[in-house]
């Protein structure tokens, strides 16, 4: 696809929408982590920074683009995946109201994880029907 059209969604090409999700999951860990002696509360960093890096790297390196991307939804699809532990704490003894912070970490993972990885499906099957 050549610049101008670009698939975009939420009106920013999957670039910069991957460096927006990364910087995103970067910053959630910082704010949650705060006051925190869990290393899984920096999951969503765990996440987010490999997305950042491969989104910056596309601008660096455009013409390796694709694989940057594929390295970005791989680690967007984990997040993902990884929300989904939210149905297991609602169902454990403090559920919800036990670790909510926790709680609100692994639903805005499995939310925006899953946004972030649907575009990218959507962009590579817009790429394809432009060849």
Request: overall charge positive; glycine content about 12%; charged content about 10%.
């Amino acid at each position: 696809m050549t610049q101008q059209n670009e698939f975009s969604a939420f009106g920013l090409t999957i670039p910069k929408l991957t460096v927006f999700y990364g910087l995103l999951l970067i910053l959630w860990a910082v704010v949650f982590s705060v006051g925190s002696n869990s290393i899984t509360s920096w999951i969503p960093a765990f996440m987010g920074l490999p997305i950042l890096i491969s989104g910056l790297l596309c601008g660096v390196l455009p013409n390796q683009k694709k694989i940057w991307i594929h390295v970005a939804v791989l680690f967007g699809g984990l997040a993902f995946l990884g929300g989904f532990r939210f149905f297991s704490a609602l169902g454990s003894d403090g559920g919800l109201f036990g670790k909510p912070k926790a709680a609100a970490s692994q639903l805005m993972l499995l939310v925006t994880g899953g946004v972030y990885t649907w575009s990218c499906v959507k962009s590579f099957i817009a790429a394809r029907r432009q060849r």
